[in-house]
């Protein structure tokens, strides 16, 4: 089962954002990414007057190729 756990980086170790219901002793496999709400805030403006519905649209695609 996959699911999206917001985290915090802090010491050099991820720290969950809220409640997490996990297998104590378990490996799990973490993918890390930018928030992608960061991400527009970042790079607002450099694809000229795109809107944030436009730059999501080319985020999603750029993750499928």
């Not at 930018?34 to 403006?45: T, V």
């Amino acid at each position: 089962m996959s699911r999206v756990i917001k985290v915090v980086y802090e010491k050099g170790v991820l720290k969950p954002l809220g409640r997490v219901d996990l297998e104590e002793g378990k490996e799990y496999r973490v993918i890390v990414e930018e928030d992608i709400d960061e991400l527009i805030k970042k790079y607002r403006g450099v694809l000229g007057k795109s809107s944030i519905e436009e730059f999501r649209k080319l985020e999603e695609e750029a993750q499928t190729q």
